[in-house]
């Protein structure tokens, strides 16, 4: 699998979106990842659905929403037809993860599934036969700029084992806390999809060109 990186805007400086998106795209960031919270699932709020629409229409990067969100259900149509690619819903957040998947799909976008660092890396399993990503959250969802979960690494390392085993093409991503000291660590567990907010942000071209150098050394 192709290693990619995916910017999270959550650590964007928001009256600069425009040119910050543009810089990391053309920097030779792939997915653009867009952090939804509903102030329930996690303590806070962040963007909504008029966000991803208005991202759509300039630009073509892969949309990759991650909604940390109760009962995600009840909103992934209205983010498919914002133009969301991709949709990663938590389990812990779904009363019924696999109508919330079957929907996704039907909505004709890839569906993730994410999980908490709490969470153990088998609840998973079940779903591999039908969702086309995992993430494993290293740290708690809710905020950008935390500390790396140490062990982490373990997790994306049974995860990888587990979708080999299955044959099929998942992405395996990786969200919170990733920077370019340890990012070689998660890679070189099995992840193939890097989520990087405040290690990207602060001088986006510059740090997405870092990152993408990194993520084709570890190829
Ligand atoms: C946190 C979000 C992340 C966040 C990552 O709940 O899901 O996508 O933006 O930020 P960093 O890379 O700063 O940990
Ligand atoms: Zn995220």
Not at 29 to 39: E, N, P
Not at 74 to 84: D, M, P, Q, S, W
Request: proline fraction near 3%; glycine fraction near 8%.
């Amino acid at each position: 699998m192709e290693n990619i990186l995916a910017p999270s805007i959550l650590s964007a400086d928001v009256m600069r979106m425009g040119e910050q998106v543009n810089a990391v795209a053309e920097a030779g960031a792939k997915y653009l990842h867009i952090d939804i919270m509903d102030g329930m699932f996690v303590p806070s709020m962040s963007y909504g659905i008029c966000v991803v629409e208005s991202i759509r229409k300039s630009c073509n990067m892969i949309l990759d929403v991650h909604l940390m969100v109760t009962e995600p259900i009840r909103l992934v149509k209205a983010f498919a037809e914002a133009g969301a690619d991709i949709i990663t819903v938590h389990e812990e957040a779904c009363s019924d993860v696999r109508e919330t998947i079957e929907l996704i799909h039907s909505l004709g976008c890839k569906a993730g599934l994410a999980i908490k660092p709490a969470t153990p890396t088998e609840t998973v399993e079940e779903y591999l036969d039908t969702v086309d990503l995992v993430l494993i959250m290293c740290v708690e969802p809710g905020f950008g700029g935390q500390k790396y979960v140490a062990g982490s690494e373990v997790k994306v390392a049974k995860s990888a084992e587990m979708i080999a085993k299955t044959g099929r093409e998942i992405d395996l991503e990786v969200d919170g806390g990733i920077n370019l000291g340890n990012v070689s660590e998660v890679l070189t567990a099995g992840a193939n999809v890097i989520v990087a907010g405040s290690a990207i942000f602060k001088d986006p071209a510059a740090n997405t060109r870092a990152f993408v150098e990194a993520l084709q050394a570890a190829k």
